[in-house]
Nanobody, 111 residues
Framework: QVRLVESGGGLVQPGGSLRLSCAASGSIFSNYVVGWYRRAPGKQRDFVANIFRGGTTNYAASVKGRFTISRDNAKNTVYLQMNNLKPEDTAVYYC?????WGQGTQVTVSS
């Protein structure tokens, strides 16, 4: 059974940065695509970024150029570096691997 735990969320001013972490246990982490998703208040959960085991990455158009996804297979951890944050980035951010989801971490961008 895979367990995913997100961390790193918080309150930040517009233009600020945060780095989210997703720590995985219970599976061979390096074999999986890992993705970040987010759900803004009153909206559906949307794709943010993913990273394949070879390092190939994909980003939603709304975050491309501002967010960077990376992985450390030795630590079973995937990161999401978020720069130049905007109020519309406010959401609960989730990581996903296979059919498993984490519990989410809140990111609030506000002055």
């Amino acid at each position: 059974q895979v367990r995913l735990v997100e961390s790193g969320g918080g309150l930040v001013q517009p233009g600020g940065s945060l780095r989210l972490s997703c720590a995985a246990s219970g599976s061979i982490f390096s074999n999986y695509v890992v993705g970040w998703y987010r759900r803004a208040p009153g909206k559906q959960r949307d794709f943010v970024a993913n990273i394949f085991r070879g390092g190939t990455t994909n980003y939603a158009a709304s975050v491309k150029g501002r967010f960077t996804i990376s992985r450390d297979n030795a630590k079973n951890t995937v990161y999401l570096q978020m720069n130049n944050l905007k109020p519309e980035d406010t959401a609960v951010y989730y990581c996903a691997m296979g059919d498993s989801w984490g519990q989410g971490t809140q990111v609030t961008v506000s002055s």
